[in-house]
Structures are given as C-alpha cells and as structure tokens.
C-alpha cells in the first residue's frame, strides 16, 4: 500500500504557475514546478477543481469527465500524474458532488420538466411543502451564507434547493440513478486517469439540512465504493464544524479537516498566550477515536475559504514561523496553502485569499497568473521565491527545514493514532508538549510572547536531551538556560546514552 503522506499541499490551480502566457494558472504549470514541491518536501497534492465550469473557482461542475480548457486536457492530467508519481507525489482531485452547475446538462434537463428523468437527481419543493417543513430560511454557518436557499425556475410551480447559491443546486442523492453516476465517476478518475484519492466539498451538506441525519449513512456507503473501486484511495472531507459534529464522518471517510484546530492556532497566535491548547486536541482525539480509532486528522493553518495566515497576524513573519512551529510539530497530516510557505498575504472576499502566486521578483514573470491583479500579495510587501531561496533566515526555508525534520523524526511524522502529551510549565507565555515515539521522542517548546524567554534545565532535564530544531541559531543548549527568542520554537530529542 502507498505510504500515508506526510505533509500535503493545495493549490488553487488558477493561481499557481502559468505555462502558455495566457495569465491563468493551468495543469502544466503545476507540472513544471513538481521539482520545487518536492524540493520543499510536499508528498501530495489537493488540486481545487479542475473541471470544466463556469465560474473562476470551478466550484461549479459542467462536466465531471472533463478538465477546464483553461486548464488543459486530459492528456495534460494524465502528464502531470506521471510526472507527480515519478517523484513520490501523489494527487487528490476535488470532487464536488454536493451540488453541479445550473448549466450542467443535468440541471438543464431537469428544470425544463417535472417528468424529466434527471429531475430527481435535484431538490425540489412548491412554496407550500417547503412553509410546511420550515426551510424557506436557513441560519448561515461558516460555509454558506445562503439565507434563502430555494431558488425560483421560471414557469415552474416548483422551486429547487441550492444551499450554497442559485447557481449551484444541490444533487438529491435519494436518486438511485445519480449514486450509479457518481460511482461511474470515481470510477473514471480512480482507475482510468489514476489519481490517489479526493478531496470531498460540503461534506456535511450531501443532504439538506431537513435530512441532515443521512449525510453518515452515505458517506459510509461512499468509503465502502471507494474502497472497492480501487484499494487504499484517500478521501479527505470538508466537515466545516466542531468535533463531535465531525466525528461521525470518520467512519466513511479516512480523513477530515481539523476546523477548530485552525483557528485555535489563529487565536494562540493572536493573543500570544496558550489556554489550554493540548487539551483541546486531546479532547477531541477521544471523541475522533470513538468511531474510528485510525482516523487522519487532516490539519492546516488556512485554507482557500479562509484569510491567508500571513494576514490574520499582520504580516509579521516571525509570527508567520512560528504558525509554521505549531503546525508541522503538532500530531496530524498537515496541509499547506500554496503561498504560505512564502507567506502570502490575503483577505475577504475570495478572490483575494487566492492570489497570483510570487515566482520571481519580476515585473512581468511570465509564470506568474494574473487573472487578477493582486492587493495583498504583490512584491512590494511578498518576498518573491526566487529572493527567499538562496537566504538560509526566510520563511520558505524555515519551512523547508520543519517538513524536513518532520518527515525524518518519526514521533514527528506519525499521523494514525496521535501521540500527544501535554507539558505544562507554569507560564501560558509558553506552549509545550511532548511526542512519545519508541525510536525516539520529542519535546517541542514554542515561545508564543513578543519578549524573549528563557527555560532552566532541571525544568525540561534539557541536560538529557539534543537539539533538533531551533527557529533562531541563538537557541543553545547549555549550561546556562535555554534561551527562546521572541516567537521561536524549539524541538528536542532524547538523546541516548554513548556507548
């Protein structure tokens, strides 16, 4: 079976790099820079949407056995496929099947006739069944804001639901003809085109809200199709919610993103003060465990749904280093936002949380896709790469060093089943825990203040122990107390007795 990867890695494609000057980032972009991922140490990739759509983001699918020309083709896929396995990079396709486009010839048929027989592959209700069932308004949540999700069809005494926006109505999957589509699907992009597995949208929204108890029971089924179609496929959801709402979902899928975990680690950053952090995760690890005890905790620090890390703390990089810190020590598979490793700036709306990615510091840098014209991340205020690479103190190569020791450390790199321990120092300007590894462990201690801090032996029996990883050369181990400075991390191993 092909080895869990350790430290994965999303890319908006129409962001990325672009390989035939038209501006908008595209599959053999991607492919001409597998050499720079795996140079940082990237396993696998999570490519958003790749197919044919309507929309910038491609959220919303026209056609699900096709690539975006904007993108490419299929033969550009299959390349890049090949080139990412070659060197040990696997790929995850976003599959949206929550909801298609109103322009796919699905819906296209569906709206045109009560009696069309794609009409149940959506959600359709008249004004009066829907005041009887109370779902003409929804509360919004993190990962809609649709308050009115039913959406008028001219002519047409009913309306169909599309929790997201009009544009997308959501699949009824109620339909036993459209779970015979689907699987056709998986079935094309598993074994004829040969991607490693998916990455699953709106997870907790595959039925409406009124039915929201099935969502479980299908994902179930989902894992079990999965598996059969081809053995060991990864399938990681988006369950944008708190742990005992994502917890059930671990028994169809193999993975979830861990939500709260990242904006916990937002909020540490924020307020420079630990409250309680390991707990927390500790916490939520029974509650994982309870229905699937090898349960992946996919974490990360930002996604494209959310402002880039790089601004929620202000554009301050040694805070920037130490988020990088807390993610690729902490127990989990973690993902990173392409950019981050740059630290990429972006806020609300989204298109400004998925700008053009900085290759060069030139002006006109033909790989750079500027289908939109950036306001966060421009060079005036981002290191391009090619500044950052060759400077050993840059974000990217603190980066490329914590993936580095990661993928080295095994107490580091262990994803299934999380060794976690709390370390508790009495002073919440620190954040300290321990990873217990019978190879061997690792203390890992993050200064979360603006001051620099400092640690004495007998506290950790630092005497005991050598020095992994430090943010900042200044961090020694001596006689004298540890020495942190502002926001630095340090990791350290046992270290055996010589023989």
């Known amino acids: 079976m092909t080895p869990l990867p350790k430290v994965c890695y999303e890319i908006f494609v129409r962001s990325f790099c672009d390989s035939n000057g038209d501006r908008i980032g595209d599959l053999n972009g991607i492919t ?41 083709t299929l033969d550009d896929f ?5 080139e990412a396995h070659q060197r040990g990079i696997q790929v995850y396709l976003d599959l949206i099947i929550n909801h298609t486009s109103v322009l796919h010839p699905w819906f296209e048929e569906a709206r045109q006739s009560a ?36 959406h008028d069809n001219a002519d047409d005494p009913e309306k169909y639901y599309g929790l997201f926006f009009k544009g997308m109505p959501d699949l009824n999957y109620d339909s036993a003809n459209l779970r015979t589509e689907i699987r056709q699907i998986m079935d094309f992009w598993l074994n004829e085109m040969g991607v490693d597995g998916f990455r699953l949208d709106a997870a907790r929204h595959i039925y409406p809200e009124w039915l929201k108890e099935k969502n479980h029971a299908f994902w179930e089924e989902f894992g079990q ?15 944008w919610a708190p742990a005992q709402e994502v917890a059930p979902y671990f028994k169809g899928l193999k993975a979830a993103f861990h939500f709260d975990l990242s904006f916990e680690i937002q909020l540490l950053l924020l ?30 620090l930002t996604n494209h749904d959310q402002n880039r890390i790089g601004s929620v703390v202000g554009g301050d990089i040694r805070k920037m280093k ?53 306001r966060h991340s421009r060079r005036a205020n981002v290191r391009a790469l090619a500044l950052q690479q060759p400077d050993p103190d840059s974000l990217f190569n603190h980066y490329k060093r914590l993936i580095a020791l990661r993928k080295s450390h095994p107490a580091l790199g262990q994803i299934i089943r999380p060794n976690l321990a709390a370390f508790p120092l009495d002073d919440t300007e620190w954040l ?57 991390s340090v990791v350290l191993g046992y270290a055996p007795p010589a023989e």
């Open 271 to 300: 307020r420079g003060r630990d409250k309680g952090l390991v707990e927390k995760l500790l916490t939520d690890y029974t509650i994982f465990e309870e229905h699937n005890r090898d349960f992946i905790d996919a974490t990360m």
């Open 78 to 82: 299959k390349r890049l496929l090949r």
């Open 432 to 488: 300290a825990y321990y990873r217990p590894h019978d190879e061997q462990s690792a203390w890992v201690l993050h200064n979360l203040s603006g001051q620099t801090k400092y640690l004495a032996h007998e506290q950790i029996g630092l005497e005991k122990h050598q020095l992994l990883f430090a943010t900042y050369p200044t961090t020694l181990l001596r006689d004298a107390p540890l020495e942190v400075p502002p926001y630095g």
């Open 115 to 150: 009696q069309s027989p794609y009409r149940s592959y959506y959600w359709w209700m008249n004004q009066e069944q829907i005041d009887r069932l109370g779902v003409a308004v929804r509360s919004q949540t993190a990962d809609s804001r649709e308050v009115y999700p039913w």
């Open 322 to 374: 130490l988020a990088a810190a807390l993610l690729l020590t902490l127990p989990g598979q973690p993902y990173l936002y392409y950019g981050e490793e740059i630290g990429m700036l972006g806020m609300k709306p989204d298109p400004r949380i998925r700008e053009p990615f900085l290759w060069t510091d030139e002006r006109d840098d033909p790989q750079r896709p500027l289908w939109i014209k950036p």
């Open 225 to 239: 199709v999965v598996e059969s179609t081809r053995k060991g496929t990864y399938t990681v959801g988006e369950v």
């Open 32 to 72: 001409s820079r597998l050499d720079y991922l795996r140079e940082l140490g990237i396993e696998a990739l999570w490519l958003t949407p790749v197919h044919p759509s309507p929309s910038y983001h491609k959220y919303d699918v026209l056609d699900y056995y096709a690539i975006d020309p904007e993108y490419g």
